[in-house]
């Protein structure tokens, strides 16, 4: 223990006294030290988050467990068991290569490719995934229609429709057109209902609609057509439904219904109405107040 202490102490002594010392008389050097800190824990927490799950993760405990282990007989005085363990740690970086080698590649291969932006968490824009599913929407229901298959698919704009997406079945996963195509299989658990893609999310599915009243919509189409508009009519979705009896594809939006639209139709729907509004809105209102600001500092500059 005596040796133990007097480690502490000289590490102490020799490390962070030193360090605090070097800080008081030059607190410039501090923010170098909070940024280079900050930036080793991000890359330990990126470098976790990426192989947590994989079978590299049961090699990083390995690692962390032998190097612990090798300190620990050091200041314990076991001499032969550090002698091991250094052996060991010297041929590990060497095993670790070999045995590891498809990973490592892999690793340095993303890095300048498109796939490194992932990695430190940085995902496309909102409208660019927005975009990329709204192509997969499309995929899924000409495939749908191709076999007659009868679906219902909503899309959330900016009324959030929560209450729907709690009476389905939660999925929560990436938007894919093999997922949709899947879901909406007939005698599949799933497939009675409509499916719900909210915040880029395929939120839900199996979810219930409020319907339309016979009024609105004319006595050939059946309950999917009714409930698409019913769900356009109390939010700002659109719905997009197959016709299980005729394979044709029609849009509910704003309480009306399109039907019977092509591929490349739909694709505009939904991208006008979906991309171009949305996101042309928010920039003229960021444009707007710029413009507001560019304004007031102009008549401060004149008084």
Known sequence: MEKLGSIFKTFYENNILIYIHQYQEDP?????????????????YLFFKMVKGTRTWQLVKGIAFLIISTWLSDILGLNILHYILSAIMNWGVILIIVIFQPEIRR????????????FFGMEKDIETRTKEDIYKVVIAVTELAKTKTGALIVLERDIKIKDIISTG?????????????????????????????????????ACMLP??????????????????????????????VVSEETGKISVAKDGTLIADVREDVLKKIL?????TKRFTYKDNKMNEKFLRLKTMFVKKEEK
């Open 28 to 44: 410039v050097k501090l923010v170098s030290l909070i940024i280079d800190i900050s930036l080793v824990v991000c890359l330990i």
């Open 107 to 118: 690793a340095l291969e993303q890095i300048g490719t498109n796939k490194l932006t992932k």
């Open 169 to 205: 079945v939660e999925i929560n996963g990436d938007v894919s057109p093999q997922l949709l195509v899947n879901i909406f299989v007939e005698n599949t658990p799933l497939h009675d209902g409509a499916v719900v893609i909210s915040d880029n999310k395929l939120a839900a599915a």
């Open 211 to 240: 319907l339309a009243s016979d009024s609105d919509i004319a006595k050939e189409l059946g309950t999917r057509h009714r409930a698409a508009i019913g769900i356009s009519k109390e939010s700002d979705a659109i719905a997009v």
């Open 271 to 275: 991208i006008s109405n979906i991309i």
